[in-house]
């Protein structure tokens, strides 16, 4: 039997994810899919990324709607004071080896770690704690030298030691090493080439590999933290990191406190704040109301309503990313009725696309298609998300009862729609759902709390539920949550549990090449193939959304070592170093 605590342990591992997530309760879906797994470009796609951009007049990556701001007087950067920052919940600790990093723990994990690489503002990755990723000719392993001389809060000094303990605890880990393992052999996944050197031996070739250290992967605690907290999980709510702040205190689901680091490996010329806290704030309403009041200084959100009370507060700045992450239906392709693809048709026909993004994302982001926004080059534009015709789904359903009439009952297929809750605005999406479904499915809503319901959605014990996911600034990222080695087992990260090999061939096929035009047509096919597979209906671009009052300065302004400006609000992720106050 497995245990209350248990249970709740595994779910928040696989809550989005994403992916994702990956995890609090989202308007129209669930924050999962997010055990940390980011790929980014080359160095070498740089140019050609900016080429495509400039002469189609789209992003190869994930950008941002920053405010436009009127001339004003330059004010001095003033040094100090306590950034107070709303995330929509807590994470179950904030150990990179061994918690779930979603949203919240990449708040605060990004302030006490610095990961081995980051994505610059274009989408491409460049070093961070890694002084340089060199692929082995010949082979499918890359070769990752740190910098010389960072040290962690505790006073050692990073080694390839620590990057080897760390990989080896999330390939130990029951449920991060879902999403790490398929890459790499069983035995001799990594070596140690010296002191510095690390060699990571792929199972597949990769033209980008350091991308995927960008996030939790590429956060590296100490050997001997990581040991540590192996015997004492209690650790993993006190990190010891080697990023911008240390950790102070940490109060779960009440705040977490750091303070600037000292010692950070970068100098502390150009990190202002004297802290930060991190409060989750469940309510991203009421949140926003504080926003707006100044009681907070900081909301990272995807909800509509608080969107819209910070957008209509005269008193707070928004920066908006609407390209990274979609609001969708997941149906399971090996649980009858869904496994057959006449039902999933139908389902889609009659979904009320229109009703849910006028009721429940209010405007606040547009209509999708697939996993890329329009302005994005990876999108193909000849893919078109069906829904609302239901007239094409009555003969799907009078062909399938026909042939399977044990699964219908009074000429309609019986099917079950599972979401998280207690929530309003979950149980205002199942109704729209439901009354487009009403004609021709004989619809049982099941809501349970959070937790149980990723579980059930990561074992399979679903039919039918919404979802968020997808949006890496990368696409490359998206390969665990599509392939076919992660559609089996008890536990998978393929949700729908669609195997395609003529997929897995495209998936592969653009992981190992650097030519963009070559990914973007591969991807692009990839497209048609997931919206011929009728395992997804695509509802809203996810509205990610850093809202901030006019104290708060140099939001998306971030900085790497050699003067690179870091990526602003990736999928709601943020990093603060560079962040300063105006008492002004």
């Known amino acids: 039997m497995t245990s209350r605590s248990s249970r709740r342990t595994w779910a928040h591992l696989l809550a989005s994810l994403l992916t994702f997530t990956m995890v609090a309760a989202a308007c129209g879906g669930d924050d999962d899919g997010e055990i940390g797994t980011d790929a980014g470009g080359s160095e070498s796609e740089s140019a050609a990324a900016a080429d495509v951009a400039d002469d189609e007049g789209e992003s190869v990556a994930p950008t941002i709607t920053a405010p436009v701001e009127e001339e004003a007087v330059v004010e001095e950067i003033q040094r100090g004071g306590i950034l107070r920052v709303a995330m929509e919940a807590d994470g179950d600790g904030i150990n990179p080896v061994t918690n779930n990093f979603a949203n919240a723990a990449y708040l ?174 469940t309510d991203t309403a009421i949140a926003a109301e504080r926003v707006a009041a100044g009681d907070i200084d900081l909301l990272i959100t995807v909800t509509p309503d608080a969107i819209l009370t910070m957008r209509e507060s005269g008193t707070v700045n928004t920066i908006e990313n609407m390209y990274s992450g979609e609001q969708d239906i997941m149906m399971n392709t090996r649980s009858a009725p869904f496994d057959d693809i006449r039902v999933r048709q139908a389902l889609t026909f009659a979904a009320d696309r229109e009703a849910y993004a006028a009721l429940i994302t209010q405007g606040t982001s547009p209509m999708a298609d697939s996993i890329f926004h329009p302005d994005l080059i990876w999108n193909n534009p000849d893919v078109v998300q069906e829904g609302n015709m239901p007239e094409m789904a009555g003969p799907l359903i009078e ?37 487009g479904w009403e004609p021709f499915f004989n619809v049982t809503e099941q809501e349970l709390l959070q937790d149980a319901h990723i579980l059930e959605v990561a074992t399979g014990q679903f039919q039918v539920v919404t979802w968020r996911q997808f949006g890496s600034v990368d696409p490359d990222n998206e390969v665990v949550w599509l392939e076919c080695a992660t559609a089996e087992g008890f536990i998978t990260l393929n949700w729908v549990r669609w195997c395609n090999p003529e997929r897995d061939a495209l998936l592969y096929a653009q992981r190992a090449t650097d030519d963009l035009d070559e990914r973007v047509e591969i991807w692009r096919q990839i497209q048609v193939e997931m919206n011929e597979s009728y395992a997804y209906i695509f509802i809203t671009h996810a509205n990610w959304t850093v809202g901030y009052t006019d104290r708060v300065k140099n939001v998306c302004g971030q900085m790497g070592p050699n003067g690179e400006t870091l990526f602003c609000n990736e999928q709601g992720r943020q990093f603060f170093h560079n962040v300063w106050l105006s008492e002004s």
């Not at 250290?213 to 590296?220: E, S, V």
């Not at 019986?414 to 199942?430: C, D, F, H, K, W």
């Open 108 to 281: 605060m994990g990004r302030s006490i770690f610095d990961p081995l690489f980051a994505f610059d503002a274009d989408g491409n990755w460049f070093p961070l704690l890694a002084e340089s990723a060199t692929p082995v000719e010949g082979t499918n392993s890359w070769q990752i030298k740190l910098r010389e001389g960072i040290t962690y809060h505790d006073g050692s000094e990073m080694t390839a030691d620590d990057m080897i303990a760390a990989f080896e605890a999330q390939l130990a880990d029951p449920l991060i090493s879902l999403a790490v393992a398929p890459d790499y052999p069983a035995e001799n996944a990594i070596e140690k080439i010296d002191d510095y050197t690390v060699q990571y031996n792929l199972l597949r070739e990769s033209a980008h590999y350091p991308g995927t250290l960008t996030n939790q992967i590429g956060m590296i605690p100490p050997a001997s933290y990581i040991a540590a907290a192996a015997e004492d999980p209690t650790m993993d709510q006190m990190p010891i990191g080697q990023g911008p702040f240390k950790i102070v205190s940490r109060a779960q689901d009440d705040r977490t406190v750091v303070e600037r680091n000292e010692d950070y490996w970068q100098g502390t010329d150009n990190i202002h704040l004297d802290g930060i806290e991190f409060l989750p704030i």
């Open 399 to 435: 062909s399938y009862c026909a042939d399977v009439p044990e699964n219908c009952t009074d000429g309609k297929v019986n099917m079950e729609l599972q979401y998280s809750g207690p929530s309003v605005t979950q149980t205002r999406i199942a109704d729209i759902l439901t009354a």
